[in-house]
């Protein structure tokens, strides 16, 4: 196990909003998803589901809900955002939802799929992959789910445009841990 190699990823895992044409090997995603799908999650329930799209009118579809929900026009929710028909990859994180719905569920569910997708950011990072992360969709599920054939009783958490990054980015910028952490009690500096 290689710490440095982690500090490494992680620093320099981020928001890939722009992506070459190159394909993205069914091979290497199954990777990806195996990495997934090593995450921590309730009771060992594993709720997750993944379903790799391809197909340029389900991306399509997909971006024009995503551009909904941030309400902006197609592929301008964020600047350099590129049209989500011409990324490789989406990957839908959905789930089903074993522990009910209401607050203790849905906190029990989402605390099982994130770090399952924490997991595939980081996989796909060391693949060379760039990804972003999209969430708000359980906001809109009566609009995705029937695109994706999702059975009644599951949820669409996360969709991730994956893709070979179009340029390079360098480490990305957090608050220092001195910042964010206190010694015992709130405010006691680390
Ligand atoms: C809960 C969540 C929702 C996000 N939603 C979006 C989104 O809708 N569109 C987008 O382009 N990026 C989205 N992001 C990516 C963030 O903008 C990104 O992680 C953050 O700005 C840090 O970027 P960096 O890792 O490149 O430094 C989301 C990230 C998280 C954790």
């Given at each position: ?31 990806i ?11 060992n ?21 995503q ?8 592929g ?6 590129q ?86 980015l ?21």
């Amino acid at each position: 196990m290689d710490l440095e190699a982690l500090e490494q990823l992680a620093a320099t895992q981020r928001a890939v909003r722009a992506f070459t044409d190159q394909p993205v090997p069914d091979d290497l995603i199954a990777r990806i998803l195996r990495v997934a799908t090593r995450a921590p999650n309730a009771r060992n329930v594993q709720p997750w589901h993944f379903i790799v799209i391809r197909d340029r009118e389900t991306k399509r579809a997909i971006a024009d809900i995503q551009s909904d929900m941030t309400n902006q026009p197609r592929g301008q929710s964020s600047p350099d955002r590129q049209n989500w028909a011409d990324v490789p990859v989406l990957i839908a994180v959905c789930s089903t939802l074993p522990f009910g719905e209401g607050r203790a569920g849905d906190a029990a569910t989402a605390g099982s799929i994130y770090p399952a997708v924490q997991n595939l950011l980081l996989a796909a990072h060391a693949a060379g992959l760039g990804t972003v992360l999209t969430t708000r969709w359980r906001l809109n599920e009566e609009k995705v789910a029937p695109l994706l054939n999702l059975p009644a009783g599951m949820a669409v958490h996360a969709v991730i445009p994956m893709g070979w990054p179009a340029v390079k980015l360098g480490k990305n910028r957090r608050k220092p841990v001195a910042e964010v952490t206190s010694r015992e009690k709130f405010g006691n500096a680390w």
